[in-house]
């Protein structure tokens, strides 16, 4: 695995710069490898980043889970959602903690994103939903890891977006040659996360330029427009992604059904649930 090469001055995104995961993370990980692990063992662990278990608290109280304003510890959240969606949401927060920003309205973004997600799945009456939300959660990563190693390109990139009216993505391109979706699948291949969750960064833009993740690649990309579309958050420019049309067909949503869907994600985003 090799930096990445941009077209701004020169300038690489470097993999020694690329955050690392989490000690408590870390930590966590070897212990959910290991069967007599319990889960209060496991919370604890967690529990010892206090920022990051806040984010974490702050998600699962979402009335998307169903436990509104009523889940109070890491251990409540490791029974309700599970290991690997708390893992994802350290991930996340870990990185977004370190932008100097802080990006509030893309770490907005990103978690309705993931929650829409994995109601597309429940919608759709998909197996892979935890997958989903965490495919969802990072779609965007990519733009975290331009603004902290890069930040007078992410300034031009959003300079260039709000002028002339174009989407982030392609004036990402017009800056860097490359956008977020390629970054993304390159930190999360530095982080050795599963193939199929790449390749869902990598085209959650056009979610039909691969087979066998097409699904996944598809669920994001839709669940990105609704996000845009109800405006949770930003994705760093005014602009409302354009549907794949074939992304809907592979996921078998007519225009009833599509309609039906839109309905009910738009009652979750709109009534203030993230």
Known sequence: MSDLQTSFQGR???????????????????????????????ARVIERDQVLSGKVLKIVNSPTYGFPGRIASIQNALILIGFNVIK??????????????????????STGCSIVCKELGRLLKLDNCDELFIAGLLHDIGKVITAVQLPEAYKEISRLAR???????????????????HIGSWLLEHWNLPVNLRQALACHHRPTAIKEYMTVASIVHL??????????????????????????????????????VVDAIGEILELGRI
């Open 163 to 181: 002028e002339e009216d174009i989407s982030f993505f392609a004036a990402e391109t017009r800056v860097l040659g490359i956008a977020h979706p």
């Open 223 to 260: 669940g990105n427009f609704l996000t845009r579309l109800f405006e949770c958050g930003s994705g760093g420019d005014d602009q409302v992604p354009v549907l794949d049309p074939h992304a809907l067909k592979h996921l078998q949503l007519t225009h009833q059904k599509l309609g039906m």
């Open 88 to 109: 994802s949401l350290l991930i996340s927060a870990a990185v977004f903690e370190g932008a100097s920003t802080g990006m509030p309205d893309l770490w907005r973004h």
């Open 12 to 42: 690489k995104l470097l993999i020694k710069n690329l955050p690392t995961l989490p000690v408590a993370l870390e930590e966590a990980r070897r212990l959910a490898d290991d069967p007599k692990t319990t889960v209060a063992q496991l």
